[in-house]
Structures are given as structure tokens and as C-alpha cells.
């Protein structure tokens, strides 16, 4: 990941983890509360692609583990969103953007309760039932409830925050403006860009075309024949 990158999903993290202990988790919600930090690290892998989304995910778990008031071991939830933050970043099209929004609110579901799913089965092996005494279809259907509510307010922003640092045109990892790779600007290079019209040939006072663009170019073209043939296959020229 790059620095701006590294940087920006830093600031993102720490600002869902204030939010998260200090507003959502003291909502006294029925059932599960509100993950604005899972919503951040699906809203980056959606961008930063797999492997992003599961150094991210890594992070914002372990920062999540040691931060008051967790009353769980460490590594758990970090397990669960490095798992949850690769998943994500698989479903990220070759373009870098989806077409439309129904995509990122799937993986948003299933997000929330695959992470819940997940954070109850590590749980067990460790010996913490506290999911088991409370309900684990209760905590299911009100995360993913929760999360579905907050996720058009917290996912968008922080997908449009990410692309704007996705400025490299030759990067092809799926930022605005670098969609079409080294390709586009081969071919813009060329002149085959978008909107460039091609130069007219000239026309004589009898109004027909001249030919000297064309034979200039063609005679060019042969010229650089020749030289490849004799350069490499070390043909003697006269």
C-alpha cells in the first residue's frame, strides 16, 4: 500500500473506533450495536482490493482488541476482519468501480453477519459463550439490521475518500481516472485518445489529396525495416 493510502486508512480506522466506543456502543441498542468499524474496513477493501482490505482489516481488528472497554482476547476480532476485509476485496471489478450500489450493500450483509457468525464461532473455541446466553439469531438479524441502516452514510464517503487518492493513470488498480490502464495511454499517446480528430489530408488546386503524408510514412516504415533486418539479423546493407 502506498503512504497517502496507509495514511488515509489510519485516520479512517481511528475515527470509527472513537465513534464506535464513545457514540454507538453506549446507544444501549436492543441486540447487537452498530459496527461503524467494520463498515470502514469494507468500505476500503471495496477500493484497495484483497489484500488491502486485509491489512486494513488486520489493524482496525487489532486496534479494536486492545482498545477500552474489549473484555475479549486479543487477536479475535482482528482474525475476524482480516478475514472479512479479504472477502470484500474479492468483489472488487476489474474497473475499480461498481456500477452500482446494490454490490457493495450485499457484501455490506453479508459482512455483518459472516463477522458476527465469526466472532460468536472463535468465541466458542476459546471458551467465551456470551454469544450462546444471549442469542445468536438475536445478535444476527439486529447487526445486520443496524449495519444495512448506517451502511448508505458511512460506506459511500469513505469509498469516495479512498478513489481520490487513486490518481496514478498508469497505476490500473481502479482509480478515477486510471481505469483504463497503461493501454489508454499507449493509445492516447498515439493518437487514438478519445475526441482527437484526425488531421486532414492536404488537396492540390485541382482538389485532389496529396499523397506525401502517406508515402513520407510509408517510406519511414520500410526505412525502419531495414534497419531492424540488418541490425538484428545482420544483414549488409548498400
Known amino acids: 500500500m502506498r503512504v497517502s493510502r496507509t495514511l488515509l486508512a489510519i485516520i479512517l480506522v481511528i475515527v ?16 447487537a450495536t452498530p459496527d461503524l468499524l467494520l463498515l470502514t474496513v469494507l468500505g476500503l477493501a471495496l477500493v484497495y482490493g484483497h489484500v488491502g482490505g486485509c491489512l486494513v482489516g488486520f489493524t482496525a481488528g487489532l486496534l479494536a482488541d486492545v482498545a477500552p472497554p474489549a473484555d475479549h482476547a486479543v487477536g479475535r476480532y482482528a482474525l475476524v476482519l482480516c478475514v472479512i476485509g479479504y472477502a470484500a476485496g474479492l468483489t472488487k471489478p476489474e474497473n475499480g468501480q461498481h456500477r452500482s450500489a446494490t454490490v ?21 473455541l476459546v471458551g467465551d459463550t456470551a454469544a450462546r446466553d444471549v442469542g445468536l439469531g438475536n445478535l444476527l438479524a439486529t447487526a445486520t439490521i443496524y449495519d444495512l441502516l448506517l451502511a448508505p452514510f458511512t460506506v459511500p464517503l469513505v469509498m469516495a ?22 493501454d489508454a495511454a499507449i493509445s492516447w499517446l498515439s493518437g487514438g485518445g478519445v475526441g482527437l ?14 499523397r506525401l503524408g502517406g508515402q513520407r510514412s510509408t517510406l519511414l516504415s520500410r526505412r525502419a525495416v531495414r534497419n531492424r533486418t540488418g541490425r538484428i539479423k545482420g544483414v549488409k546493407r548498400l
Open 16 to 31: 470509527a473506533l472513537v465513534l464506535q466506543v464513545s457514540v454507538l456502543a453506549r446507544l444501549q441498542l436492543p441486540g
Open 104 to 124: 457493495p450493500m450485499l457484501v455490506v450483509a453479508a459482512g455483518a453477519a459472516t463477522s458476527t457468525l465469526l466472532y460468536a464461532g472463535v468465541g466458542a
Open 161 to 182: 475518500m479512498a478513489r481520490r487518492l487513486e490518481s496514478d493513470p498508469l497505476a490500473g488498480d481502479g482509480g478515477s481516472g486510471g481505469s483504463a490502464g497503461p
Open 197 to 210: 480528430r484526425p488531421r486532414a489530408p492536404r488537396r492540390n488546386r485541382y482538389g485532389k489529396a496529396t
